[in-house]
């Protein structure tokens, strides 16, 4: 376990490389910010500073897409309900669970949201309110506990024929509700300690660095691939945390606790090779409408990604997949416990 100092510097590395994705695509800070971060701290010194950072981060996206919220309002009017009794549960979990069981509880939850985003889901969704309701609660615990949402939010998003501006504006909303709500909630149960005032304070320059070079770098890439390779990279690293979390908890023995990185880097390697050899056509016919509206921002496959360099990178993540394959079961290296 690195010291204080170190695991700092290791946090604050990890929070601009998330900032930096959050200013590119969109979205991820929490979603890049926790899985890592957890590893060095619990959820409850870690959660306070990264939900004062989604406030800040959440009205500015909201801001900038104002225009599409009278759209999506009444869309997202049943999750803003159903957010606040499911904060109030995950809150009162943050503040009196082990964190060791928080933290179990964070990476099983995530993992499979990240992989079925990345594999593209899609059904459609059309009843506002009977699904809104129970999703809120639902998205109210998970966020309050794990600062995350973005994964469910996309998903339920993905599938109501949003136009982009409008996508973004109801994640936006829902965000800035339930990050407002949640460090509320938070500051009431005593949870701002200096610990995480410290990390709260080395977040702020770093997101206001982080978030405009994103958005500058992002107009020379393709934001899609950037976006899976992003979301492979969140998988990998859940994975590997819910393996660690298992060999504390005493649950599964190392090295047989990684095999749920393992499977986990199985998984994405093959969404991976559909990501990369779909094609174009069947990804074309998912957009309908001249004015960009379609099922899916997140999973929208534009016709020209990085070029020739799109199937190198796919190349360069199967074989970084197949190297950690390896190196986890290969009897002459034995990860630390």
């Given at each position: 376990m690195p010291s204080l100092d170190t695991a700092l510097i290791i946090v604050a590395g990890i929070a601009l490389f998330a900032a930096f994705v959050n200013g590119a695509i969109g979205y991820g800070f929490s979603s890049l910010t926790v899985p890592l971060g957890l590893l060095f701290y619990t959820n409850r010194i870690l959660n306070p500073a990264v939900v004062v950072v989604e406030v800040l981060i959440n009205f500015y996206v909201l801001f900038i897409n104002r225009n599409g919220v009278p759209a999506v309002l009444k869309r997202v009017f049943p999750i803003l309900i159903g957010l606040l009794p499911g904060i109030a549960i995950g809150g009162f979990v943050v503040a009196s669970v082990h964190p060791g069981w928080i933290k179990l509880g964070t990476y099983t939850v995530i993992l499979p949201l990240i992989l079925i985003q990345a594999a593209g889901w899609r059904r459609p969704i059309r009843s506002a309110w009977t699904i809104g309701l129970p999703f809120g609660t639902a998205l109210g615990v998970l966020y309050s506990v794990t600062t995350i949402s973005g994964p469910p939010l996309a998903i339920l998003f993905n599938n109501q024929g949003l136009v982009k501006n409008e996508?973004?504006?109801?994640?936006?909303?829902?965000?800035?509700?339930?990050?407002?709500?949640?460090?509320?909630?938070y500051y009431h149960l005593g949870l701002f300690v200096a610990e995480s005032e410290n990390i709260l304070l080395v977040f702020i320059p770093i997101v206001l660095v982080g978030i405009p070079l994103g958005a500058y770098v992002i107009r020379r890439l393709d934001a899609e691939t950037f976006r899976r390779i992003c979301m492979s990279f969140d998988a990998w690293v859940v994975g590997f945390g819910l393996s660690r979390v298992l060999i504390e908890l005493n649950l599964v023995e190392s090295p047989w606790a990684y095999s749920v990185l393992a499977g986990t880097i199985l998984i994405d390697l093959y969404l991976l090779y559909i990501f990369f050899t779909v094609p174009r056509a069947a990804a074309a016919a998912d957009r309908s409408g001249p004015d960009d509206r379609m099922s899916s921002d997140m999973s929208e496959r534009p016709s020209d990604r990085f070029g020739p360099l799109g199937s190198l990178l796919g190349y360069a993540i199967a074989l970084a997949g197949i190297a950690m394959l390896i190196y986890i079961f290969s009897p002459a290296i034995r990860l630390p416990l």
């Open positions: 996508f973004r504006a109801g994640l936006a909303l829902v965000r800035v509700a339930e990050s407002s709500v949640t460090a509320i909630v």
